[in-house]
């Protein structure tokens, strides 16, 4: 269970701001899937450009978005008035303006209140919002701009606190110079939750030769830098949970890059409290969080847990600096009932110690310099290592 303010999450899989909570049947494909909280697509008061989602997807790697459909702040509320009536989700609004627009995250807050949502996602992370000047100042751009100035963070959050009763969770992405400042300046200004987001944040997609310099993304006339989410993020979705997680006491909600109970313990290991998907369900459809339910439930019988805050954390003391790991001695394992003889483990260039012999791998100890790398080539999982 996670806990948001007064509020308790029962379920482990958060429906991240996006595609997926655009519309009512969508968050009801939710709960029926068995999520119990839902983060509503972006809104503003003002979009600052009408858009449509365009993407160079590349499942199990990345979502390349560059534009999306926002909400402006009718619509927005609207969607959150139906999920209300039509769900039993606990429904969090996520709102977006640019840092010195007051007035309207004031708004927004206030609106989305009256409509009765259960808390608010205040969007610091969006990475397509700067069509500004260069000359504008960081906190007059929206999005993932303000989450890298801490004192935005923490005038935005002030801001909305002083204006509605409600729990807020800060989204932003580990890009700030120092995360742990941003985490904590929104702590310190009274959100119940950090959301952080892996990166990479933005990229390009790559050119299709067959149409010499034409982006590869259909239905598009010109591209700009898109959100990269996806699997790509997962290890940086990691590092920034455990940074954030030795800095601050406030729950931490993850994405980037999650989409299964082994993704789930590791966020939560890491430090998470809890985790928020999206591309994976964009891929894979909502068995993705069925699956998840019920993988995470037998891990956890298996392992005794009965919640999985029982684990949080459990990893962080694995986390030092590089001249404090302690490097074991050891060489690859090859089990020679298992090996194909398929010959992938000898193809590392930085690697002559697997030879094939007779039609299978055979490694030399004295030449395994232990690096990890062919273990994960073989795909029987005839390779193991062995301390010495
Ligand atoms: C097409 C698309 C649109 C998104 N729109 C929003 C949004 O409106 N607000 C928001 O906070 N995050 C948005 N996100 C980010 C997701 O909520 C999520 O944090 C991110 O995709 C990382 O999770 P994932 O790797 O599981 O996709 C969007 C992501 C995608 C792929």
Redesign the pocket.
């Known amino acids: 269970m996670l806990r948001i303010g007064p509020l308790q999450i029962h379920q482990p899989v958060i429906v ?4 997926l909570t655009r519309k009512l049947t969508l968050l009801q494909d939710a709960q029926r899937a068995g999520c119990d909280a839902v ?1 509503l ?2 809104t503003f008061v003002d979009v600052p450009f009408p858009g449509q ?1 365009r ?1 160079f997807s590349v499942p199990g790697q990345t ?1 390349l ?1 560059p534009i ?1 459909k ?1 909400l402006n702040v009718d619509q927005g509320c609207e969607l959150a008035r139906q999920a209300r009536a039509e769900t039993t989700l606990k429904v969090f609004a ?1 709102l977006g303006a640019r840092g010195d627009q007051d007035a309207h995250w004031q708004i927004l807050a206030d609106r989305f209140a009256a409509a009765g949502v259960h808390g608010l ?1 205040l ?1 610091f ?2 990475p397509n919002l700067d069509t500004t000047s260069l000359a504008a100042t960081k906190t007059e751009h929206g999005g993932a701009q303000i989450g890298e100035n801490p004192d935005a963070c923490y005038k935005i959050v002030q801001l909305v606190k002083q204006t509605v009763d409600l729990p807020i969770v800060c ?1 932003f992405l580990p890009n700030a110079p120092d995360v742990r400042a941003v985490g904590r300046a929104c702590q310190d200004a009274g959100a119940a939750a950090v959301h952080v ?1 892996g990166l990479p944040t933005a990229g390009l997609p790559p050119i299709d030769p067959t149409r010499p310099g034409i982006p590869d993304m259909p239905l598009v006339d010109n591209v700009a830098f898109g ?1 990269t ?3 790509i ?1 997962k290890y940086s979705t990691f590092m920034a949970i455990a940074r954030l997680a030795r800095a601050i006491d406030i729950p931490i909600i993850a ?5 299964n109970w082994r993704d789930f313990v590791s966020a939560v290991m890491w430090g998470a409290s809890g985790v ?5 369900i ?1 891929w894979y459809g909502w068995r993705v969080v069925s699956e998840l339910n019920q993988d995470l439930a037998d891990y956890m019988a298996q392992h005794g847990y009965t919640n999985w805050q029982d684990f949080r954390g459990l990893a962080l003391d694995k986390l030092t600096s590089p001249d404090k790991i302690v490097v074991r001695p050891g060489v690859c394992c090859i089990d020679r009932d298992r090996c194909i003889g398929c010959g992938r483990c000898t193809l590392p260039g930085h690697c002559d110690a697997i030879t094939l012999q007779d039609s299978k791998a055979r490694v030399d100890d004295a030449l395994c310099i232990g690096c990890g790398v062919c273990q994960r080539l073989c795909p029987v999982g005839a390779i193991t290592y062995d301390a010495m």
Do not use: F
Not at 255 to 259: F, K, N, T
């Open positions: 991240a701001s996006g595609p983060m697509k972006l989602m993407s979502i978005s999306d926002r996520n996602e969007n992370c969006c989204k987001v959100a989410n996806g699997s993020c994405s980037g890059g999650l989409e928020s998907l999206c591309s994976s964009m």
